[in-house]
């Protein structure tokens, strides 16, 4: 399946948003995450059924103003 | 003493963490400031880099409130994912909402902003927004729920300190019980003291501190500058004059003669 990672195309055979973190070496890395624009809470990510074009969005804290 | 929802703070400077040239200068600095809120930002994280993480031990390791924003959200809709998703990352939920309208000078989208805010303070975060000196703007956010307002100096980054001096000073009148604080723009200590002379409760700044030749010397110019101009506006300053007033007694002065009084 290929989804839109962090504004890059990317091939995956996870099936939920849980799978893709691990499968991304995030599982108990500081992220947060959005699938198509809206939020997705680190306890739903498991019950988040990726599909085929799904932007997803995993972010980290960063230096800000 | 600075109040922002109900949390008390010693210190009235507010200080980003972004464009340092290294985290240990980050970290002196922000030691120097006496800052007790820093901004922090949320990114796209690499799987190979991992940058976020260890930005986060260094976040930790700074023991200071943190404050994430919303920069770079361009809708209404961009600012709620990012704020849901700051939330979860760094477990508070204020945030510094930041609605950019034009990318060339970084100014608010107050339309984008007041309805981002509604829906965000209506969600239970405690919104800090960065607009400007706009009355009908302020009027809204506060209606919206908004306890605290950050109006800009000038253009983020742009170095130009208080471009609107007049409606920034008409703003602070016209809401005596709301904490005001400047940012952006800022970009000399004598900015940010004129700020607090005029009754500002805070002022947030980044750029000047971290580009500065030393940015830990400069945090701590800031924090002196800041509390200065606090102190000023406390103690309440003389109103300025056309003409001179001697400030020594005239009465008694050696060889005093009545026509040179005229």
Known sequence: MQILLNGERFVTEATSLDELCAALGFADAKVATAVNGSFVAATARGNTQLTEADEVEIVAPRQGG | ?262
């Open chain 2, 1 to 262: 003493m600075l109040e922002l929802y109900g949390t008390r703070f010693t210190s009235r400077m507010l200080l980003g963490t972004a464009g340092y040239a290294s985290p240990d200068i980050l970290r002196q600095a922000v030691e120097a400031s006496g800052a007790e809120i820093v901004t922090v930002s949320l990114r796209r994280e690499s799987a190979r880099a991992r940058t976020g993480q260890g930005f986060w031990a260094l976040i930790e390791q700074l023991g200071r409130r943190v404050l994430p924003n919303t920069a770079g959200c361009h809708t209404a809709k961009e600012p709620i994912a990012t704020a849901q998703m700051a939330r979860e990352l760094f477990g508070t939920n204020w945030i510094k909402l930041e609605v950019i309208a034009n990318d060339d000078t970084l100014q608010p989208d107050l339309f984008g902003l007041v309805e981002a805010a509604g829906v965000l303070c209506a969600e239970g975060f405690a919104v800090l927004p960065y607009t400007t000196e706009d009355m009908s703007a302020a009027e809204r956010l506060i209606a919206a729920g908004c306890e605290v307002l950050m109006p800009w100096g000038s253009p983020i980054g742009s170095a130009r300190g208080l471009a609107n001096r007049s409606a920034l000073q008409t703003l602070r009148a016209y809401f005596p019980d709301t904490p005001l604080i400047v940012d952006a723009g800022i970009g000399a200590p004598s900015h940010a003291a004129e700020a607090m002379e005029m009754g500002y409760d805070g002022v947030l700044l980044n750029t000047a501190v971290a580009k500065a030749g030393d940015p830990v010397k400069m945090a701590e110019g800031f924090a002196s500058a800041i509390k200065a101009g606090r102190l000023a506006y406390e103690a309440g300053m003389i109103e300025p004059r056309d003409m001179a007033s001697p400030s020594t007694p005239l009465a008694g002065t050696p060889f005093f003669k009545i026509d040179h009084a005229s």
